[in-house]
């Protein structure tokens, strides 16, 4: 989820107008944002995933976001709502992925698995908080159609060609009913990923 995570953050604007765009932004990609710095640290991805996304690490960042713009701001409505933001961003991972809200924890719906109803859920976010800001005093590029229809080209482009680097995604635009592994006649992704094991490719090499 990309745009979906920038709808809450142009609402929070449309609703708090004076708030500053970029911190409204940076909490609601902030766990993103972590995880990406931690990839850069060597860290692994798993790990990453569960210091930035899980429980109770998201719910410590929430806070430390919050705490510097409460610091830098100096504006409590500011600290708080940067805070929401980085748990919205947890809550809506749970709609879009399959990662665990803590360890041990209840999974999320796995709704990225269906390109067509990500791309609608996110453009139904993305449109709802563009509405709110620009219902607002925000300046005229946010209140711009322009700017909801960048939004939604660049989510629609970004899942058409990150597709076939996402195994688990089983729809796609092609045909919206059936896996895309059936419809190109080609071998169930779990199938090839069990064959690619380090088991499978030491049994091979053995035989």
């Not at 665990?100 to 796995?110: I, S, V």
Request: charged share 15%; aromatic share 10%; net charge positive.
């Amino acid at each position: 989820m990309i745009i979906g995570h920038i709808g809450p953050a142009l609402a929070a604007r449309g609703r708090w107008p004076r708030l500053p765009l970029p911190w409204l932004v940076g909490a609601t990609l902030a766990p993103d944002l972590l995880r990406l710095a931690l990839d850069m640290r060597g860290v692994s991805w798993q790990l990453a995933n569960q210091y930035s996304h899980l429980l109770p690490w998201s719910a410590l960042l929430a806070l430390v976001a919050g705490g510097a713009a409460f610091l830098l701001q100096r504006d409590v409505m500011t600290g708080l709502v940067v805070g929401a933001l980085v748990l919205s961003h947890v809550a809506l991972d749970m709609l879009s992925g399959r990662k665990q809200l803590w360890l041990g924890g209840p999974f999320g719906l796995g709704m990225e698995e269906y390109q067509q109803l990500e791309l609608v859920v996110e453009t139904a976010l993305a449109w709802w908080g563009w509405r709110l800001a620009r219902r607002a005093r925000t300046p005229r590029w946010m209140r711009s159609v322009a700017l909801l229809g960048i939004l939604v080209a660049a989510q629609a482009l970004y899942l058409r060609y990150t597709f076939e680097a996402r195994p688990y995604a089983t729809r796609c635009f092609e045909h919206p009913v059936r896996p895309c592994w059936i419809r190109r006649r080609e071998r169930s992704p779990v199938a090839a990923a069990a064959e690619a094991t380090p088991v499978n490719l030491i049994s091979r090499s053995a035989r």
